[in-house]
């Protein structure tokens, strides 16, 4: 019984980190339509970015709550940046272009991002210095620490803010307007350009702040750790219904507990013929069944040819 | 996209290495009547970036300082003077890329070669290396299935699994005295033929095994497979694979309150695991074929050598990429010739003093009698705890390494 409950922790852990990246690619698509598939890179630079300056500051002997806050705030400075900058010299100039044309851009920026940041912080993996010994909690039998507790709450304190954020806000309103249709937003005095580049900014803050948890949680940071962490991200967007919101927020909760479920007994299930190694099959399999029965996924409403 | 910015990278240092031999050339030109000067190229393959880059780059260094060394010692082979050129190539750990390297050589026409790093890299460019006639001396490879393959030019430095595994088995059952484990590996060819050798031998001991898992040499979440174990309750846990994954792992490990020793091969015995474990790696074991570096009968010299050229330390092979260089030079010796067709058949017959200690070859390639070494990691360092010769180490007690 406690190690199910420790393995439903981890998942829900691992799920808040891929909900809160699985926004970014969420609510761009919402709007524009495109998958962004550089969205993960800019997680990794978030985290590598974090790192980078824990490390410094924790070498200067610096109280942990500032590292962490400074860390935090560089992350999102500069993932923020990129995000506005990425938009507006690669997906800007091709609004109007066929809609192959932005999503091979999209990958192209992701492999410039991964290079880029292969040049700056090089090809090894990363340590995260030790900011505190991690604090131990029970519960059920289950053990966990206070910074799964923390990742998990910020994690939803984040997700629900977006939401209200988008229904009740001046620009959550705009966006959902520019969402429904961009032309007659803009005919209504909504500066769309304004929304998308705001949008931008806001996903890469939040994938930002999920780089800083990633390199918390594992201790260590890479240059390719993006790609996985935006695959399966994208998956959990996909598994709630990509450009929903909500949607993003409960494929990703759902993607990390199955995940972690099917690692922890597949093994026991099969009889030994599946290892632990066969969890991403389970979890992409999930996938393929949820969009078999539900093809817009688990909230996503039917929207015709953007499916 | 890789290799594109690398082939600069590697061609300025094929470029140093050759500008440096033009910039000693005129020394012994005062001599009466200099010598015709015979160029022999050697190959060096391992990764020289990606996650293992460290461990390939000294690899290489280890190389490079023993081709310097053989051109400051103006060697005569066959009444030229031998001039050694190195021609490092990056295989990125990647068995694919290990074949195209190795095209690569043979094409470059390398008179021997040092690599791979990786048992996954190794075994299919043998084959490549092979069909060429060009002589392999792997420093690190453990895959037992690399010397396997029937090919007379595949010579390893180092203990391989079936001897590194069980000598693990072995002092998991008489020196921990452990009577569960679990294992797990990687998933590549090092890390799963290293922990089912250990899986095979502990199982023999009559130990339980009561979990198997797998990951992958790209993961850092162990957590799920983690608490798994956890729920198994093992005395140890034993882990096939390298330092990236391996230090992340014991970190995790006591976050999720497990308390079981943790044990695995020459992959995590470096100053990286460490570096990524932090405060987690303090009493992990590792075991690593070859005495303890600073115990190698060549080995103080060598690492003052090695930090006085390159200015850091010894990762971990760079001593056996060392006498890879110098078995071959030795063999060419004998032989009288630079030739690998002349030379390889003196190869099997080594009786070479290195700097790891006496290295001879069995009929297969493999290093005779190559000692194993557990370390522990105590206060943020690798310890030596014993030191363990595979042949003597079935029966009796393993003596306990000088300090």
């Given at each position: 019984m406690e190690i199910f409950v420790q393995q439903i922790v981890n998942g829900l852990v691992l799920g808040s980190i891929y909900a809160l990246v699985a926004l970014g690619y969420t609510m761009v698509y919402g709007i524009l339509?495109?998958?962004?598939?550089?969205h993960g890179d800019i997680t990794m630079i978030g985290a590598l970015v974090a790192l980078t300056v824990a490390q410094v500051m924790a070498a200067a002997g610096l109280p942990v709550p500032l590292i962490l806050a400074a860390a935090g705030a560089a992350a999102i400075l500069v993932c923020a940046v990129i995000g506005l900058t990425v938009e507006r010299v690669a997906y800007r100039p091709l609004r109007r272009a066929p809609r192959l044309a932005p999503l091979i851009t999209a990958i192209g920026v992701s492999i410039l991002l991964q290079y880029s940041a292969a040049l700056v912080w090089g090809k090894q993996y990363i340590a995260m210095p030790e900011l505190w010994v991690p604090h131990k909690l029970t519960l059920a039998g289950a053990q966990f620490t206070a910074l799964q507790l923390v990742i998990f709450a910020l994690a939803c304190l984040i997700m629900a803010g977006l939401i209200l954020f988008i229904r009740y806000s001046r620009m959550g309103r705009a966006m959902r307007a520019t969402e429904q249709n961009a032309e007659v937003a803009g005919l209504m005095g909504v500066n769309t350009h304004h929304v998308i580049a705001f949008t931008f900014v806001l996903g890469s803050a939040i994938g930002a702040v999920a780089g800083l948890m990633v390199v918390l949680y594992y201790g260590i940071g890479h240059y390719f750790m993006g790609f996985m962490l935006g695959l399966k991200a994208f998956t959990a967007a996909v598994l709630g219904g990509i450009g929903n919101v909500g949607g993003a927020v409960l494929g990703g909760l759902l993607l990390g507990v199955i995940e972690s479920l099917a690692s922890g007994y597949i093994g026991d299930l099969t009889g030994g013929v599946f290892g632990s190694n066969y969890r991403d099959v389970f979890a992409f399999l999930v996938l393929v069944l949820v969009l078999i029965f539900r093809p817009s996924g688990l909230l996503g409403r039917h929207s015709g040819d953007r499916a | 996209m890789k290799t594109a910015f690398l082939k600069p990278l590697l061609l300025s240092v094929a470029g140093s290495v050759l500008l440096w031999g033009c910039g000693k050339e005129p020394a012994p030109a005062p001599k009466p009547a200099a010598k015709p000067v015979q160029t022999v190229k050697i190959g060096s393959a391992s990764p020289l970036t990606g996650p293992q880059a460290h461990i390939g780059i000294d690899i290489r260094n280890g190389v490079q300082l023993a081709i310097d060394d053989a051109n400051a010692a103006a060697i005569e082979i066959g009444g030229k003077q031998l001039k050694l050129e190195l021609v490092a190539e990056d295989d990125e750990a990647n068995p694919t890329k290990a074949t195209t390297v190795a095209q690569k050589l043979a094409d470059a026409k390398v008179a021997a070669v040092v690599g791979h790093f990786n048992s996954g890299a190794s075994i299919p460019a043998s084959k490549i290396y092979s069909d060429a006639g060009i002589p392999q001396i792997s420093p690190s490879s453990t895959n037992p299935k690399y010397t396997q393959q029937g090919f007379k030019t595949t010579f390893r430095v180092v203990a391989h699994d079936d001897q590194q595994g069980p000598t693990l088995a072995r002092f998991a059952e008489k020196?921990?005295?452990?009577?569960t484990v679990a294992v797990i590996d990687d998933s590549t060819a090092y890390g799963q033929g290293l922990a089912e050798a250990f899986e095979k031998t502990v199982t023999a001991a009559g130990?339980?095994?009561v979990a198997r898992e797998h990951t992958t040499d790209k993961d850092t979440d162990f957590k799920a497979i983690l608490t798994r174990i956890k729920g198994k309750n093992p005395d140890l846990i034993m882990f096939g694979g390298i330092d990236p994954q391996a230090g992340p792992m014991i970190k995790q490990m006591k976050q999720l309150g497990i308390k079981a020793k943790y044990i695995g091969g020459d992959g995590m015995q470096t100053p990286n695991f460490i570096k990524l474990a932090?405060?987690?790696?303090?009493g992990a074991m590792a075991s690593i074929p070859g005495l303890p570096k600073e115990q190698m009968p060549g080995g103080k010299a060598f690492l003052e050598k090695y930090k006085a050229k390159f200015n850091q330390d010894v990762e971990l092979f760079a001593p056996m990429g060392y006498d890879a260089v110098m078995v071959f030079i030795d063999a060419m010796k004998r032989a009288q010739s630079t030739d690998p067709v002349k030379f390889l058949p003196e190869i099997g017959k080594t009786a070479y003093q290195g700097v790891i200690g006496p290295i001879a070859f069995d009929d297969k390639g493999d290093l005779k009698n190559g000692p194993i070494t557990i370390y522990v990691v105590k206060e943020g360092k690798w310890e030596p705890l014993e030191t363990v010769s595979p042949g003597a180490a079935a029966e009796q007690p393993p003596a306990p390494a000088a300090k």
């Open positions: 339509g495109l998958i962004n598939f550089a | 020196t921990l005295k452990v009577k130990i339980k095994v932090g405060d987690a790696a303090e």
